[in-house]
């Protein structure tokens, strides 16, 4: 199994990470993807449709379009919610396989053209690099992630209730493990390692709201302060992941995720639906044929 994910939306900027969409490795894909994250700051989700061209079974491009719906926690940081468009993102793609190791390498770009005073960007042009390796053992799938940007990016995990510019490593290893044809496990543990100045903006404290009221606990700015610049202890972070995909039809994508932050202290569920309009238009054609 080859199961490459991005640090993104739909077709990786979730690199904002989620799965590639199913389907064709020939011609242009179009998905559409559902995803939310809920924790004690919030909910945040996004509704983000993207266009991907496969050139051949190793290279493809694609653009696409996130909407963001977030609600904060009264409780933590007064009443607030926000949505609007995100970042728009543009991703480039190269996999390789072979019987030693499959290799996956993407390049995501972003331009500033979500609304900064609502944390659903930083205002600036953002970039990730990011690289998986795997290898196949039966039923498990090991694999390493390792890359650069200037921006921790969303995952399919964990839709962050701040944006984040600076530039930082990341890195992500653990195992799909397949229970069945359609359904996987993942497990995995991260680590984010910024250094020079970081700057994080709030999705749950708007520009000119106050936030929470005392000193910052667990490292969370991003709850007492709209904007906060800093040192890269700001936005270093720590973590592991669990997550169920199923894929009961070749065009649709289900997840159901966990995600513990052990520097911010803050534990997140997730779920993502993602459909791949091409291979379902494909499949509907041919039935009616």
């Given at each position: 199994?080859?199961?490459f994910?991005?640090?993104?939306?739909?077709?990786?900027?979730?690199?904002?990470?989620?799965?590639?969409?199913?389907?064709?490795?020939?011609?242009?894909?179009?998905?559409?993807?559902?995803?939310?994250?809920?924790?004690?700051?919030?909910?945040?989700?996004?509704?983000?449709?993207?266009?991907?061209?496969?050139?051949?079974?190793?290279?493809?491009?694609?653009?696409?379009?996130?909407?963001?719906?977030?609600?904060?926690?009264?409780?933590?940081?007064?009443?607030?919610?926000?949505?609007?468009?995100?970042?728009?993102?543009?991703?480039?793609?190269?996999?390789?396989?072979?019987?030693?190791?499959?290799?996956?390498?993407?390049?995501?770009?972003?331009?500033?053209?979500?609304?900064s005073?609502?944390?659903?960007?930083?205002?600036?042009?953002?970039?990730?690099?990011?690289?998986?390796?795997?290898?196949?053992?039966?039923?498990l799938?090991?694999?390493?992630?390792?890359?650069?940007?200037?921006?921790?990016?969303?995952?399919?995990?964990?839709?962050?209730?701040?944006?984040?510019?600076?530039?930082?490593?990341?890195?992500?290893?653990?195992?799909d493990?397949?229970?069945?044809?359609?359904?996987?496990?993942?497990?995995?543990?991260?680590?984010?390692?910024?250094?020079?100045?970081?700057?994080?903006?709030?999705?749950?404290?708007?520009?000119?709201?106050?936030?929470k009221?005392?000193?910052?606990?667990?490292?969370?700015?991003f709850?007492?302060?709209?904007?906060?610049?800093?040192?890269?202890?700001?936005?270093?972070?720590?973590?592991?992941?669990?997550?169920?995909?199923?894929?009961?039809?070749?065009?649709?994508?289900?997840?159901?995720?966990?995600?513990?932050?052990?520097?911010?202290?803050?534990?997140?569920?997730?779920?993502?639906?993602?459909?791949n309009?091409?291979?379902?238009?494909?499949?509907?054609?041919?039935?009616?044929?």
């Open positions: 199994m080859f199961f994910l991005f640090s993104g939306t739909a077709i990786a900027v979730h690199s904002q990470s989620s799965p590639s969409p199913a389907g064709s490795e020939r011609g242009i894909v179009f998905y559409e993807s559902f995803e939310g994250d809920s924790n004690s700051d919030g909910q945040v989700m996004i509704l983000s449709s993207s266009a991907t061209y496969h050139f051949n079974q190793h290279f493809s491009a694609g653009v696409g379009i996130p909407i963001y719906f977030d609600h904060a926690n009264s409780s933590t940081t007064g009443a607030s919610s926000a949505s609007g468009i995100g970042n728009v993102f543009a991703t480039v793609r190269a996999i390789w396989k072979s019987p030693v190791l499959n290799y996956g390498t993407a390049l995501t770009g972003t331009a500033p053209t979500g609304d005073k609502k944390g659903l960007s930083t205002g600036h042009a953002t970039f990730d690099w990011d690289n998986r390796v795997n290898h196949d053992f039966g039923v799938t090991p694999f390493v992630d390792l890359g650069a940007g200037n921006s921790i990016m969303d995952t399919r995990y964990f839709l962050r209730p701040f944006s984040s510019y600076g530039y930082l490593a990341h890195f992500e290893a653990g195992t493990v397949d229970l069945t044809h359609a359904l996987s496990l993942t497990l995995s543990g991260y680590y984010i390692a910024p250094w020079g100045t970081q700057t994080v903006i709030s999705r749950v404290v708007p520009a000119g709201a106050a936030g009221s005392g000193s910052v606990t667990h490292g969370r700015a709850e007492n302060n709209h904007l906060t610049t800093g040192t890269a202890a700001l936005t270093s972070d720590d973590g592991f992941n669990a997550s169920l995909s199923f894929n009961p039809k070749p065009y649709l994508d289900l997840d159901f995720g966990y995600t513990r932050s052990v520097h911010y202290a803050l534990n997140s569920v997730s779920f993502g639906v993602g459909v309009l091409s291979s379902l238009f494909s499949k509907r054609n041919q039935s009616a044929n």
